[in-house]
T-cell receptor, first 114, second 109 residues
Framework: EAGVAQSPRYKIIEKRQSVAFWCNPISGHATLYWYQQILGQGPKLLIQFQNNGVVDDSQLPKDRFSAERLKGVDSTLKIQPAKLEDSAVYLCASSSRLVGETQYFGPGTRLLVL | AQRVTQPEKLLSVFKGAPVELKCNYS??????LFWYVQYSRQRLQLLLR??SRESIKGFTADLNKGETSFHLKKPFAQEEDSAMYYC???????????FGKGTKLSVKP
């Protein structure tokens, strides 16, 4: 079984530029999560999708962050414009439809904003 | 407020010594607690969850509701246990995880 895929693995941009991250969950997993992990911190949930609907985006900075999951499979997370404090690892995770199922994490995208 | 606290940023032990990684939580309700591990250059992965009451790679963790703790223990540490360990709390019925800041375990030969 292939794991959660993410790209790119690394990205360096200047502040005020825009950036997009892509995630492909495990096949058949209905739930998809995006986390932000700042250096020295644990992952923090940004947004959760159930199929192509948003379940929780309460911690997503909506003035600059957006995410979509068209067709209920792949997802993209965008930052526009980026700020220095957005430097972090962005993790995607997925889980099956069942509540309480294990979340499987991707390798993450490491973003550096200069 | 829901919160997970891991008081130690770094824990260093010698091979064969017992190890205990501390985790305390704050949650109003019936908590579901997890330990996740990230080995060097690998993905974050589930180590164990309290409802399973199982031992994984020799690690166990008991939920103590009175002390609001979920400490991770292993009687004899191995060098391959060196990794980042994160305690996490499931928030609500939707599966959201709240993570602690993590503890880096270093097992010396």
């Amino acid at each position: 079984e292939a794991g959660v895929a993410q790209s790119p693995r690394y990205k360096i941009i200047e502040k005020r530029q825009s950036v997009a991250f892509w995630c492909n969950p495990i096949s058949g997993h209905a739930t998809l999560y995006w986390y932000q992990q700042i250096l020295g911190q644990g992952p923090k949930l940004l947004i959760q999708f159930q199929n192509n609907g948003v379940v929780d985006d309460s911690q997503l900075p909506k003035d600059r962050f957006s995410a979509e999951r068209l067709k209920g499979v792949d997802s993209t997370l965008k930052i526009q414009p980026a700020k220095l404090e957005d430097s972090a690892v962005y993790l995607c995770a997925s889980s099956s439809r069942l509540v309480g199922e294990t979340q499987y994490f991707g390798p993450g995208t490491r973003l550096l904003v200069l | 407020a829901q919160r997970v606290t891991q008081p130690e940023k770094l824990l260093s032990v010698f091979k064969g010594a017992p190890v205990e990684l501390k985790c305390n939580y704050s949650y109003s309700g019936s908590p579901e607690l997890f330990w996740y591990v990230q080995y060097s250059r690998q993905r974050l992965q589930l180590l164990l969850r309290h409802i399973s009451r199982e031992s994984i790679k020799g690690f166990t963790a008991d939920l103590n509701k009175g002390e609001t703790s979920f400490h991770l223990k292993k009687p004899f540490a191995q060098e391959e246990d060196s990794a980042m360990y994160y305690c996490a709390l499931r928030s609500g019925s939707q599966g959201n995880l709240i993570f602690g800041k993590g503890t880096k375990l270093s097992v010396k030969p």
